[in-house]
């Protein structure tokens, strides 16, 4: 019995085309900083957070736009940011009512 010789293995794919003929650039620079600071306003720098809150939106516009890597990275840096701006709000409202560790701030 005899056999036919096997068809050509299909030549090889490096990644595909993207729709509009370029590969998307990496992950978004804007979303990685929008983590480190969402992260440093959650541990030590309260409005920091602001900043985390800008570039995660911004992050996200672009990277829905470009098709860029790094949504998740811009959507942790907005939630970090938006939660270091809770804890900054309820360390002014407990220093301007005097409560939590503030208590005994200015006492002599």
Known sequence: MSYDAPPPPPPPQYGGQSPYGQ???????????ALVTGIVGLLCCGPVGIAAIVMGRQAQAEIAQTGQQGAGMAKAGLILGII?????????ILFATGGGIYGNLFDN
Do not use: D, H, R, S
Not at 23 to 33: D, E, H, S
Not at 84 to 92: D, E, S, T
């Open 23 to 33: 590969q998307p650039q990496g992950t978004n620079q804007k979303a990685i900083w």
């Open 84 to 92: 270091a701006l809770v804890f900054l709000v309820i360390n002014l």
